[in-house]
């Protein structure tokens, strides 16, 4: 009962988050955007999809392009990434997922972006341009993301992200801009998943007081996965949406050999990134997942990127510890169904004994009465029974000498 009154309540939260969502879709401003780190992907394994993993995540990435998937999450994960991101920008999170049986997941991670020394330019007096300073100041900007996820059933799971994002550009600090992510992922069909997510729904951040505020980049996602031979093929295709209203289209392929190594590549089109299309490759071993994604860009160098995570443990039990959330449902699912095919069953056996013992009443009472009727059948057959015929030569024609004596019948 507890269960089922969880479950309308966070579908009630869901759907009104929704809609509230897209008012703010429609009411958001398009132009510049604030905050714009939060537009690059992080995920060594999305990235090396091209970005499309808004319809595939079920892990601790799923923070950042769908949080509709870590209701999936099926063990606790440990996750940081560094990239160091064209010059000296250097850009990295470290993120933390807690999945528990009844109450859904809970994640709590953190994304930074430094973009090192930057040389101070100033207007030039001759009016020729600009000219160097001497001087350097540097920017920072950060998010703290707290995040929640929820499986219904097997084929529906939501999720929601509250975001704390603060910047600093040289001795300036904005002010500190709230955010919300909403996201879903739908399972149709075993092997295909349907996933939408809305991003960056928030407040606006500046830097000066006496400075306009910008918006933050609110972001549209959908997207889609499909598993092949025996999920160790996937195929993945996003559409995102920015507020500024370019659309970017994102698709990619991956295939696992054996569960431990992982072969991954993406394309993505549409926008002004530099990057159209990345490489990758993923090793899991004894919960431990090494992730590594190769991105080109042409003026800038390649950006080679890591990723180190950690999985364990899973769903705590009183008796244990169960690694495959899903398999603990079924499982859970499986010994509902046994108890009450069980139940039937016993309730069948009843019937059929109560049905036989009344059988057996009705023989018991009827065998009496057959009997007596026929013994009282034979009786009166006995009773009634013709006379035997007396023999005569008319029966024995040939029998001319025989000779036929009178007997006596007594009856």
Known sequence: MKKLL??????????????????????SEVGKSGANFLKLEVGNRAVSLGGAYTGLGDDV???FFNPGGLGRAKN????????????????????????????GVYGLSLIYLDSGKINKLIINPNGAGYKETGQTFSTSQYCVVSSFGYQFNKKLSTGFNLKFIKGKLADCSSNLATALDFGIIYAPFKRLNLGLSLQNAGTK???????????LPFTLRIGTALKLVDDNLIVALDVVK???????IHAGLEGNILGLFSLRTGYQ?????????AVGFGVKAKGICFDYAFKPAEDFGNTHRIS??????????????IDDYDEMREKEEEIIKKEREQELKGKSKKKIKE???DLYEKDQREIPRKMKKEFQEKDLEEDYRPAPKKPSKEDYPQEEDYEFEEEIYDF
């Open 269 to 277: 089109v549409g926008s002004d990134d530099l990057w159209s299309y």
């Open 355 to 357: 049905k036989d013992l």
């Open 205 to 215: 951040i500046k830097y000066l007081e006496k400075s306009e505020s910008d918006p």
């Open 76 to 103: 606790h994960e440990f996750t940081f990434m560094y990239n160091q991101y064209l010059e000296d920008i250097h850009h990295g999170l470290a993120a933390y997922l807690y999945p528990t049986r009844y109450y």
């Open 242 to 248: 920015f507020n500024d209203n370019k659309i970017n």
């Open 61 to 63: 990435f799923s923070i």
């Open 6 to 27: 969880i479950k309308r309540l966070l579908l009630i939260i869901t759907l009104s988050l929704f809609f509230i969502f897209l008012n703010s879709s429609q009411a």
């Open 308 to 321: 180190l995570g950690f999985k364990f443990g899973g769903i705590t039990k009183e008796d244990g510890v």
